[in-house]
């Protein structure tokens, strides 16, 4: 074959013909054959091999020059990424494998939480999600009402704390609290709660071996701190985390679970163990749950004080026992709040059993209250006649003689015993409930036998000690009245016995009693237009998860009236006053179970209280109006001063700060915008011309103070970068700005006392004289000639600069800024209001008299582009933008000589509202219109502030009191 032949056979060819074995046929021929012979033998040879080579080029294809060698490097760099996979496969099995045998042996290694819960706790809670049930609870109102007393003012400072943090909204962060959790609850405000990690338990875990490479992990953690603790002889490790004073949480892991509790000796008894009964009987109860909160307490525990009473109820519940926990299943958000209950009794008195076990049935009462009822209270129970025979047994000694005198009395009056005046026509209900419209309640009572209701009353009236009055007429409606004859009623006042002389009507099956007319009439009217309570809106939703068949039910508007079950329950009652109306009802089964309905929702009302922790008492006195701020962290402050002291508190901690200076100081706020959320810095000036420019902790910035050695009146007001303030030996401002520099005005004909009016970069004065001049200084403090003219009458009230509507548009001046006012207006102590332009020639742009003496400084809304002005006796006027009084109001403080006018957007419809205050402790608030605002007034004087102090992204009415109170409120009215 010729060489390209050659080079065209694989390699493999020449490596196959040399590893071939030459048959004996085909060795080389022996020495000492002939030369022929052997020449024969190799042509024969040759002829095979050239057939063998001629067949292998037929079957293999013609393969290009260079192949074999691509085909080379390919296959080894395949080989390559091959065993780069492999490798990288192999890491992460050994990566995983740990970590999934971790993740199953956390699985696997597991303790039931009902096994931790100590006993003798008298309930416990079980949240089936944290991070849901936190999602919920930690922007109630209710969470601030139970943690605003002192002893947990530090529970209350992280809660906010925590409503401020935004990692709570991190998707990562409520997986990782998606987990159950359990809570036991004993007395002297012991508790346990327990934590169920599931397989987050195999981080907790690595946890040693990880404070072991890095021992100081956990100091980064505020107030934690690791802790080793002696259970049972044997070391735990674990933690401990500082509430506050004296308050303290200790915890502990116990293999997928986290353990915390409020003492040590509560963690030991939880890390022990408890009665596998208990642990049986709260395993059950926690596997049936399917709400998301559900409480299992002891009825005996929470009725104790109830059963403690000498009294007929207290007599009967001491004569019951529970033979396991109740059952407590919650529903709540910030609207509303739903419970239901199950509680299973038993008692060894016949008595108590047949009340008990009478099935409740729907009370025909509910379809015939008329639709302005404010709050009910109904007994179903069953007729007197059948409650006297089943509670007699238990009456206390005054009771039994109280019937047995009211028996004698009724033979000895009217002839009749009591069967015959009240057993025989008294239905099974009873009750008593209010109409929004009128104060006295309407007693109400189901008539068994009307015909031998109307007969008695007859009876009673033909008698000498009663009679009927007829004279009453509401709304066309005759409402006749029970009363006694003349002589009866003088040997009553006589005997100093006040006996009531309800009017009443009988209709559709029920008495109504009453000692209002009105009331009884208003009533009568609703129910005959058809215009009933079950129909409303509001009965709709408050009662939509509650059974229309009860034994005892309240109904109840905290406006109006506060139910028993609050009133007698501090807590409840601090945890719920921010629910307005609300539904109890019970429910008697035959097979010895009670069943509890409670759903309280928060109502419209425009109404305003205080939040928790609120009010606060200062330190000192306020000398002048407070100043309220928030920083650029979102936390609340108020400044105020006290004759040479200024101080600032922390409205979220209470934390006060105190600055002394040398004179009598004033205090104005340097802030980023118009609003008060945008605080920089607080100004502070001594009347010995010290100037102070501090932070929010009253903490000098550098460079300050600045001594200028003038004497002041400290009255600053704050401009473009820094502050100006009166002179008090001079007719000139002084004007200092944030690099320590300060500079006099120039002069004026008149000193002022006032703080200055600063707007748009322009500062304006008025001095009170008898020769009054407007003076328009810029922000370097130079008077322009033709910015100053003079004006008619003297002024104690402080001129306004604004833009009209019709000439709102930006000045390009640059010395008094891109907004600058277009005008200025004015009002004399004599009640003349005016309006000058502040161009020259300074022509008077609109005018009007009041006609009364004017002192307090006066507003203007450009929201409702109108002038608010009150007057020294008590007259609130509204003044349109052209200078016309377009309503006037006649205020309810009367004559004062310290009004003040804040303008406050308090019910967010972005139209500001009036706030007034003036001759004593209360702040009123108006519309744009002078009509009241609901929720008002509000305890305090001075300055109104709104800001958001508790989180909740709402804001606050902060007001100061002339009893030294720091007031904060909130409500409906506010938003």
Known sequence: MNNDETKAVPQSTAQDKQDTVLLPDQQEPAAGTSAGAAGETDDALHAVNAQDEAAACRQQPAVPEGAGIQAGTKKRRGSFFKKLCVLLLMLILIVLLPAAGLLCYAALDRTNPARHIPDSSYAVVSVLSASDTLKKGLYLSTADALLSSPETAALQGNLRALRANPLLQAPWFQWLLDIPLYAAVYEHNAAVVIADLGIRSAATRLLPFVTALKPDLLTRVPNLSSETFDINGVQQPGFVFQLGKDQALYFCFRKNLLLAATSEALLSASFTGTDPKTEQVLTALFREQKDAVNVYASPAYFISGFAEKQNIAGNMLRTLSFPEPAALSARFDEKALALHSAVSWLSAREEVTAVLQRRSSLPA?????????????????????????????????????????????????????????????????????????????????????????????????????????????????RIPRIVFPSWVAALLRALSIDLPEPFYMIQDGYLYLSKSAEALGLCKKEMDAGKLLVKTEQWKKTAKDISAETSFLVYYSLDRSIPFFLEQNAMLKTALKNYGKGVLSLRFAADNRLYLDFYTQKTDTRRMEEIPAFPRTLSEQAGADTICVQTAAKTPYIFWTNGANVHSMNLLTGKESQLTLDGAAGIAAELNGLTAAAFKALWVVSARGSIYKVNETLEPFSGFPVLSAEKLIPKPAACTGGITVPLAAEPALLFADSNGEWKISDAMDAKLRTAPVVCGGQIAAVPRSFES???????????????????????AARPVLFTPPQERRSRKDGKTGANAPASAAFLNEEGRFSIRSLEPPHEELGSCELGTVCKADFVYSESAQAFFAVSQDGQLFKISSGGAVTDSLALKTGTAEDYCITLLDTTGDGIDEVLICGGGNAVY???????????????????????????DMLPELITYGIDSKLHAYKGSALR
Request: hydrophobic letters at 45%; a negative charge.
């Open 773 to 795: 001049r407007f003076y328009l200084f810029d922000e370097y403090g130079t008077l322009a000639e033709e910015a100053t003219f003079g004006l008619d009458g003297i002024f």
């Open 365 to 477: 009462i509910l379809s015939r209250l008329p639709e302005g009822v404010a709050y009910l209270t109904l007994l179903n129970l069953g007729d007197p006649q059948f409650l006297y025979q089943n509670t007699k047994p238990f009456f206390t000694p005054d009771i039994t003689k109280l019937f047995t005198n009211a028996e004698k009395n009724c033979k000895l009056f009217f002839n009749k015993d009591l069967q015959q005046l009240m057993f025989e026509w008294m239905g099974s209900e009873l009750g008593v409930f209010a109409h929004q419209a009128a104060q006295p309640p309407v007693f109400f009572i189901a008539l068994k036998d009307e015909a031998k209701c109307r007969t008695l009353l007859e009876d009673l009236f033909d008698t000498a000690f009663l009679d009927r009055s007829v004279s009453a007429m509401v709304d066309n409606s």
């Open 925 to 951: 608030a108006y519309t744009a219109g002078l009509a009241p605002v609901e929720g008002f007034p509000a305890a305090g004087t001075g300055i109104p502030y709104l800001l958001d102090i508790d989180g």
